[in-house]
């Protein structure tokens, strides 16, 4: 019981911290840098030369301080930053020496590409200077542009604003002149501001990043890190309306070869995106008629688990802005006009000599919206709201006639969040999503609170939460389905010895994937990790970071043991910049697994295990580079095992090509799991799974506005089966007389992006996909024989054109008014 009385024991030493922690200096051990913004009466020409009559009429922040290789030393080169304002936007103008100017690094990238191959430069704005939100706004060497939303430690990388920048190399180093309109932040309305920032270099050949203010890596957090700007003052947010109309043209092609049906289908489509600032906090975003028929292809699998395969969000509407949205994890918004509700059972419906003509696998989104903001008292609030409508399957008779099948209907999702931001890197989040189905089909509401105190010096921090979920209508003879969950963790998060106790519960009634996503509920875990960290250089590692750990698992109903794992890693980053790690995990006894069944309360017993793998990451300022990976698990008792590796060479051809290949292979022996259901017995299957996904990625960077990017994947799955097993009432196995069938499963998937941004905001896509998936029962061996088969199954090939045109009202506003 002694696991139970630990997290309290280590609760009441942390609360008591908490408790006497100097609530009226929550700075008190922070050091800051002030800088001092200039009104200008000049703008600046952005053509990367700093102009001394505009941009030397105020002081420049300098001084930089490495935050890696070796954290808390001065920067090896000088750098000099000045702030300018005035009433339409921000300025930033930065002198980047540099001793050898002639090795500046300037690999051009995609915009959003982060750190790549080339210098940089970056600014962070904190405007409401709460130390845990800011908008960043990243420059490479070549001209390439990111920006990035940060929001109490998460980054939102798919967040896009539109701002102005130039760079210009000169024999001194480089330099690079940044716009920020004030259309594309938010910041209170106040007569005097005061803002967080901090700036950023990146010194590509020597993998020196440094920051204006101090970045500790052994202090949790890095927006709390951060200087502060004085002096800005009269400014006012803009009316921020903008507009994004869009229009598209497609046109595929599958071999159906169905008598009377055309292979080539075509569509023309036309919508907008609409933003609009209903005051200086809040912003509301609408997308009317949405198009993404051109997201990035899923990365499919070939699924043999009782759970649910998660996929990546890649629309960039769900993408951008929703960080508080998935602040609580309550959130998936690949439900929202993802497979209907009843597409996999569109065949029960179906009546005498009735066939299934079409079943659409993908529900229809009418429109989407969004209103997100955060007051100057640092209150975040968030509504989205979603539309889809009625979903049919196409029935057909022998006689020709068809019918509609409701398969998914009119359905309206909702999310509405509260996060208040509190003292010393805090905050308390309120969390509701409800969805709301016409026709008589079940409604779902979830609500919960999360949490999160530090003390004054971010040493200690307590986090905990608890959720409710409600089913309305879903389950026979209950009106409404109850569970919950709730979770704590406990934790000192800097310095170099951390600890963590975690303890999270989810009842067996406990369901969110109606709008979020849970793998598995009816689970109680309890777990304990500690971590030994160098952050300074020692003996050849210029880090080294250390880790153990230990998990116990239950259920929630009954109260039953299901495992205990053991746990630790390693990770190093050498002088010469070549990173390693190494993991290992242990069950010394029985994992009692009451889902593989797919029949609860029956169990399966797992017998004990080990694994280890490690992997090595090169030099990516190498022209060659490359990552690999080794691992391998064992069990005894069924002579289980499993080898897989990965090498991932990636090679930079020049600062317009990059190439990445990815090659991730697997052979798993003796894989137990449920093959299928006869009579009164539930079956399982000893199998012997190879998988092997190969990917290239590529792309050709003309200049910062146009490029060409490839995503090629090829995902093969192989299940031989070798004997079979009754699974008795105590979780044991007994050989049985059976048949399953083989899986050979291939799928292919090509996406060939053209991109041109030819005016802020604005950007022309021409986009080729090809899907390839080809299933049989017949394994095939020699992996050319296998592509060679995969390349003669039909194949969806879809070519589009989308055009999207950025228009500001306050730039039409100026251009009409002069």
């Known amino acids: 019981m002694y696991y139970k009385l630990l997290p309290l024991i280590t609760a009441f030493c942390v609360i008591t911290n908490l408790a006497f922690a100097d609530k009226n200096n929550p700075e008190a051990t922070t050091k800051f840098k002030t800088t001092t913004a200039q009104r200008t009466i000049q703008a600046p020409v952005l053509d990367g030369v700093l102009e001394p009559e505009v941009w030397l009429t105020v002081m420049p922040a300098t001084n930089f301080i490495q935050f890696d290789p070796i954290n808390g030393k001065p920067s090896k080169q000088n750098t000099e930053v000045y702030m300018l304002y005035d009433n339409d936007a921000i300025y930033i103008g930065a002198m980047m020496y540099d001793t050898a100017p002639d090795s500046i690094l300037t690999q051009l990238g995609d915009r959003d590409s982060g750190e790549n191959n080339s210098d940089m430069f970056g600014v962070y704005l904190d405007t409401y200077n709460d130390k845990q939100n800011a908008f960043a706004f990243l420059v490479s060497a070549a001209g390439v542009q990111t920006d990035i939303k940060i929001s109490q430690g998460r980054e939102d990388i798919n967040w896009d604003a539109v701002w102005a920048s130039n760079v210009k190399r000169n024999q001194q180093g480089w330099t690079v002149e940044i716009r920020i309109p004030y259309g594309a932040i938010r910041f209170p309305k106040a007569a005097v501001q005061t803002w967080g920032v901090n700036y950023m270099r990146i010194i590509r050949r020597t993998r020196e990043k440094s920051y204006w203010n101090h970045v500790n890596n052994s202090v949790s957090g890095f927006v709390n890190q951060e200087g502060r700007a004085v002096g800005i003052e009269s400014i006012e947010s803009p009316v921020r309306l903008q507009f994004t109309p869009y229009v598209s043209g497609y046109v595929n092609h599958y071999p159906s070869n169905v ?19 209903i005051n200086d906090a809040f912003t509301l975003d609408v997308t009317l008629i949405p198009d993404f028929g051109q997201t990035q292809s899923d990365n499919q699998v070939q699924n043999l688990s009782p759970f649910e395969v998660k996929f990546s969000e890649n629309r960039q509407f769900f993408t951008e802005g929703t960080e508080l949205f998935n602040k609580a994890g309550l959130f998936y918004s690949r439900r929202i006009g993802g497979t209907p509700l009843l597409h996999g059972k569109a065949k029960t419906f179906l009546s005498d000599g009735e066939t299934l003509e079409e079943n659409p696998d993908v529900s229809s989104l009418v429109n989407a919206a969004k209103v997100s903001g955060r007051t100057r008292n640092g209150l975040g609030i968030g509504i989205f709201n979603a539309l889809t409508r009625n979903m049919f399957a196409t029935a057909k008779n022998e006689e020709g006639e068809t019918r509609e099948i409701l398969t998914d209907p009119f359905t309206n999702y909702n999310v509405f969040v509260l996060d208040q931001t509190l003292r010393n890197n805090s905050f308390v989040t309120f969390t509701n999503t409800n969805v709301t189905r016409s026709q008589d089909f079940y409604d779902a509401n979830v609500s919960g609170i999360q949490l999160r105190f ?147 309360p029956r169990v399966f017993v797992k017998p004990p295990a080990f694994e280890a793998s490690s992997g090595i990451s090169t030099d990516y300022r190498k022209r060659l580079a490359f990552d690999a990976s080794l691992g391998h698990w064992e069990s005894d008792r069924y002579n289980q095992s499993n080898w897989w590796g990965s090498f991932n060479p990636r090679f930079r051809v020049n600062d317009k090509l990059l190439l990445v290949n990815g090659n991730n292979y697997s052979i798993e022996k003796h894989n137990i799991g449920f093959a299928k259901k006869e009579g009164g017995n539930i ?28 995503n090629m994947r090829h995902y093969w799955f192989r299940a031989k089966y070798n004997s079979y097993y009754s699974l008795t009432s105590d ?14 499963t291939n799928i292919f998937n090509v996406d060939l992006v053209y991109t041109w941004r030819f005016a802020p905001g604005s950007e022309l896509r021409v986009v080729w996909k090809n899907a390839i998936q080809d299933k049989s029962n017949t394994l095939t061996p020699l992996y050319f024989d296998n592509l060679s088969r995969t390349m003669s199954a039909p194949q969806n090939n879809n070519f589009s054109v989308k055009l999207l045109y950025f228009i500001d009202y306050i730039a039409i506003k100026n251009v009409l008014s002069a």
């Open 454 to 600: 530090a003390d004054r010096t971010n040493t200690y921090a307590v986090r905990a939460g608890g959720n409710v979920s409600q089913l309305f209508g879903k389950h026979e003879g209950e009106d409404v389905t109850l569970g919950h969950q709730y979770n704590i963790n406990l934790a000192k998060v800097s310095g170099n010895f951390k600890y963590s106790l975690n303890h999270s519960v989810e009842s067996d009634k406990y369901d969110i994937n109606d709008l979020g996503y849970i793998r598995n509920n009816n689970e109680v875990s309890t777990s304990a990790q500690v971590n030994y960290n160098f952050y300074q250089p020692i003996w050849k590692f210029l880090s080294w970071n250390n880790r153990l750990n230990v998990n116990h698992s239950m259920l929630y109903a009954p109260r039953e043991f299901v495992s205990t794992n053991f746990g630790g890693g390693h990770s190093v980053k050498f002088r010469s910049f070549t990173s390693a790690h190494i993991n290992w995990s242990v069950r010394t006894g029985n994992a009692y697994d009451y889902f593989e069944a797919r029949t609860f």
């Open 259 to 277: 008598e009377g049906k055309s292979n080539y289908s075509y569509s023309v489509n036309g919508g907008m995106d609409v933003k609009y600032g």
């Open 731 to 744: 979780g044991q196995l007994e050989p049985i007389e059976a048949s399953v069938n083989n899986i050979n």
């Open 683 to 710: 079956i399982f299957g000893d199998r012997d799974l190879n998988v092997l996904t190969t990917t290239l990625n590529g792309s050709y960077i003309f200049n910062n506005k146009t490029g060409i990017s490839l």
